[in-house]
């Protein structure tokens, strides 16, 4: 298995813009989590999935995020508009109910919004 | 509800020294408990498992119930151990398994 796989590695983009970030989980796992990652807050689940249904999004910091998962093996996290303080890495991570095996994290997306 | 606190935001050791990476947690059920390493600018990755008792690049945890701690050790620090380390606690949340990450830990091995 590869792993799970984010698109783009890297994303730089202008204040205003729209952002999305993709995500593809292990084949398999049914759970799904996005993270956003910065120096000062470290590492806040903004939402995570559970059989492709959306469970708990209290950690969507504003109306601009928004995420989607249409199938099990795929997620969108998007940002519109797009504003400088959304610069973090975001990881998605997946794991299957009741593994106790933790999560397995993609490589992340390094977001620079200018 | 389920919490993890990580006390220490950076810890500095010689090389050779005994680490320790304090974690404890709070949860009403029975937990499991994780440590997540982050090397420079790479992923997430998982160190080691409580149900698991391993030992992983000469780290080991213990799962203390009564005290609610998972600390980490190693007895010599390594160069190559400078890395964010992430406890995190795996439990029931409304029904659905949610894994809660601690605020991290910077560990910086000194020459």
């Known amino acids: 298995d590869a792993g799970v796989i984010q698109s783009p590695r890297h994303e730089v983009t202008e204040m205003g813009q729209e952002v999305t970030l993709r995500c593809k989980p292990i084949s398999g796992h049914n759970s799904l989590f996005w993270y956003r990652q910065t120096m000062m807050r470290g590492l806040e689940l903004l939402i995570y999935f559970n059989n492709n249904v959306p469970i708990d999004d209290s950690g969507m910091p504003e109306d601009r995020f928004s995420a989607k998962m249409p199938n099990a093996s795929f997620s969108t996290l998007k940002i519109q508009p797009s504003e400088p303080r959304d610069s973090a890495v975001y990881f998605c991570a997946s794991t299957g109910t009741g593994e106790g095996y933790g999560y397995t994290f993609g490589s992340g997306t390094r977001l620079t919004v200018v | 509800a389920q919490r993890v606190t990580q006390p220490e935001k950076l810890l500095s050791v010689f090389k050779g020294a005994p680490v320790e990476l304090k974690c404890n947690y709070s949860y009403s059920g029975s937990p499991e408990l994780f440590w997540y390493v982050q090397y420079s600018r790479q992923r997430l990755q998982l160190l080691l498992r409580?149900?698991s008792r391993e030992s992983i690049k000469g780290f080991t945890a213990d799962l203390n119930k009564g005290e609610t701690s998972f600390h980490l050790k190693k007895p010599f620090a390594q160069e190559e151990d400078s890395a964010m380390y992430y406890c995190?606690?795996?439990?029931?949340?409304?029904?659905?398994?949610?894994?809660?990450f601690g605020t991290g830990t910077k560990l910086q091995v000194i020459p």
């Open positions: 995190a606690l795996s439990g029931l949340s409304g029904g659905y398994q949610k894994v809660t």
């Open positions: 409580h149900i």
